[in-house]
């Protein structure tokens, strides 16, 4: 059974930073690409970071740029999100998504409000 749980959620003030992480398990993590996605109240979910199955390739949504960093930890099946400079904008449930041609998983979410 294919799990990823996502961690390091919480309330920060702006300007603030934080840590996500998502723990996969029951899966070759190692052969599939990661992202993170966002969920805004009232608003569609938006993918914020990707990263490429060895790593050596990243995209990121143009409201991150600059201030989020993704990265993978192969050895412990486990990506991670660096979120610096936080805005209130960026409050959302943040979503670990692991994605392999046809295989296609999520994590339950992790809260990050951020606080004017």
């Known amino acids: 059974q294919v799990q990823l749980v996502e961690s390091g959620g919480g309330l920060v003030q702006s300007g603030g930073s934080l840590r996500l992480s998502c723990v996969a398990s029951g899966l070759t993590f190692s052969t599939y690409a990661m992202r993170w996605y966002r969920q805004a109240p009232g608003k569609e979910r938006e993918l914020v970071a990707a990263i490429s199955s060895a790593g050596s390739n990243t995209n990121y949504a143009d409201s991150v740029k600059g201030r989020f960093t993704i990265s993978r930890d192969n050895a412990k099946n486990t990506v991670y999100l660096q979120m610096n400079s936080l805005k209130p904008e960026d409050t959302a449930v943040y979503y670990c998504?692991?994605?392999?041609?046809?295989?296609?998983?999520w994590g339950q979410g992790t809260q990050v409000t951020v606080s004017s």
């Open positions: 998504n692991a994605l392999r041609i046809t295989q296609d998983y």
